[in-house]
T-cell receptor
Framework: AQSVTQLGSHVSVSEGALVLLRCNYS??????LFWYVQYPNQGLQLLLK??????LVKGINGFEAEFKKSETSFHLTKPSAHMSDAAEYFC????????????FGKGTRLHILP | GAVVSQHPSRVICKSGTSVKIECRSL??????MFWYRQFPKKSLMLMAT?????????EQGVEKDKFLINHASLTLSTLTVTSAHPEDSSFYIC?????????????FGSGTRLTVV
């Protein structure tokens, strides 16, 4: 069975500082990995995804994540936080079967301090 | 990119009535759609996987007679909350899997806030 663990339900960073949101996964097969962002009362927007190939994945809004198989991690980073980055972030995993369900972590609320 | 339209965005209903939520893939065919429920400040809980032309697969603990899912076409899935009660109040989100070669992934609707009074 697959699972996702996001360390830290709340993370606070100062505007302009590095953002690091941690995600570790468990999967018995090579996974597909995703990061989504959710603003209040809205659906989820895909930030980036890893399927195959290059392990460093660049996404929208300056975010990137690196797939590290040896560490079973897929941490999300952004060099310089912006106030508009304040939101809920979800890491998710699915296996590589077509139409398979996606499993979410519990989410990390990112707070940006002025 | 792929777009999923979910309606209504908000609905208030009386206890005992039924509510239908629609999820449409606008520019792609979705053989599989997923329905999630999200409690306040919580993660998304998968309720069921909806496959076009067949019965939905429900996750453990989800009442299939309470949450009726229909996936009659490749672009439309519906979730009907039957005999709604206040504890069914929640944020419901649908998702469709998109397997075009250029854009593998899951596209989410904007969610439906259900309030049962």
């Amino acid at each position: 069975a697959q699972s996702v663990t996001q360390l830290g339900s709340h993370v606070s960073v100062s505007e302009g500082a590095l953002v690091l949101l941690r995600c570790n996964y468990s999967s018995s097969v090579p996974p597909y990995l995703f990061w989504y962002v959710q603003y209040p009362n809205q659906g989820l927007q895909l930030l980036l995804k890893y399927t195959t190939g290059a392990t460093l994945v660049k996404g929208i809004n300056g975010f990137e994540a690196e797939f590290k198989k040896s560490e079973t991690s897929f941490h999300l980073t952004k060099p310089s936080a912006h106030m508009s980055d304040a939101a809920e972030y979800f890491c998710a995993v699915s296996d590589q079967k077509r139409d398979d369900k996606i499993i979410f972590g519990k989410g990390t609320r990112l707070h940006i301090l002025p | 990119g792929a777009v999923v339209s979910q309606h209504p965005s908000r609905v208030i209903c009386k206890s005992g009535t039924s509510v239908k939520i629609e999820c449409r893939s606008l520019d792609f065919q979705a053989t599989t759609m997923f329905w999630y429920r999200q409690f306040p400040k919580k993660s998304l809980m998968l309720m069921a996987t909806s496959n076009e032309g067949s019965k939905a697969t429900y996750e453990q603990g989800v009442e299939k007679d309470k949450f009726l899912i229909n996936h009659a076409s490749l672009t439309l899935s519906t979730l009907t909350v039957t005999s709604a009660h206040p504890e069914d109040s929640s944020f419901y989100i649908c998702s469709a899997s998109n397997f075009s070669t250029a854009d593998y992934g899951y596209t989410f609707g904007s969610g439906t806030r259900l309030t049962v009074v």
